[in-house]
């Protein structure tokens, strides 16, 4: 194919050069405010003791549609002590009226002994109080009161474009009196601030163990991840009650490198180890 040359080649030259640079000024396109519709759930713990109620201070959750919240708080008991409540609400879809359904995990712990974990799929309506029990212990017992209503409000989205993406690889390994065995291996992908998670359940009703991991990248500069890491859930112990797990931490990492967490009790110990390798 014969070349360009003289004038063409120099208007072709002078096009080119336009191009490139249109490309070159090319930004971003800036973050767009969306309106978005949440779920508001104010919490009023309150306290059964020597059989008179006693509301502690209150929690609130703030559940955007098809997303998760979490709050937790250190609660004085009547007649003394205190314990540590930890609550996670999850939902779908938030309908414009009528009824929402939420997922509701509470991890309740009284004067630094065993956690005691509730569930439950509630159905909560504006206007109404739905009671989910969390704790009981003879005549004591502590119940969540859940006032709930719809708030809309302005967020400010990144553009999609903007997000970066990596992946978590992870290997799930069972430790057996300080031994560990390989299970399985997945791979999670997810973006910047968006939290991506690995769960499973084990065994009957009676002797379940359950486990989730959540992962969520706060930021990457360079090789350097910085990621929240949090597990909860249930392991079994030797005398047959469930071992309740609940820890979240921050770590700075570097991609393609191991990082080891452990869901394990006893001495030798024993339960799950998760390996995680960010990717990028």
Known sequence: MAGLSGASG???????????AALGSVRPA?????????????????ALERGQTFPLPALDLEIPSGGSDRAEATLGWPGGGSGRLRLVGETGEIPAEGECRAHLSAAWSLDGRRSTRAEAEVALREGATTLFEVWSEGD??????????????????????ALR??????????VLNGKSVALES???????GEPVEYSFRLGPDDS??????????????????????????????????PLVVSR??????????P??????????????????????
Do not use: C, K, Q, W
Request: charged share 30%.
């Open 10 to 20: 120099r208007r072709a030259a002078v096009l080119l050069g336009v191009a490139m």
């Open 30 to 46: 800036p973050p767009a405010m969306v309106r978005e519709t949440r779920l508001s759930i104010h919490v009023r713990p309150l």
């Open 140 to 161: 004591r017992r502590l119940t969540l009161a859940l006032d709930v209503e719809r708030v809309v409000r302005s967020v400010l989205r990144p553009p999609s474009g």
């Open 165 to 174: 993406a990596l992946r978590f690889d992870v290997a799930i390994e069972r």
């Open 186 to 192: 997945n791979a999670l992908h997810t973006f910047v």
């Open 208 to 241: 379940r163990e359950a486990l989730t991991l959540r992962l969520r990248p706060v930021s990457v500069r360079g090789r350097v991840v910085d990621v929240e890491v949090e597990i909860e859930g249930s392991l079994a112990s030797p005398d047959g009650a």
């Open 248 to 257: 979240r931490e921050r770590r700075l990492t570097t991609a393609d490198t």
């Open 259 to 280: 990082n080891i967490v452990d869901a394990v009790s006893g001495d030798p110990p024993s339960g799950y180890r998760f390996v995680v390798t960010p990717r990028l």
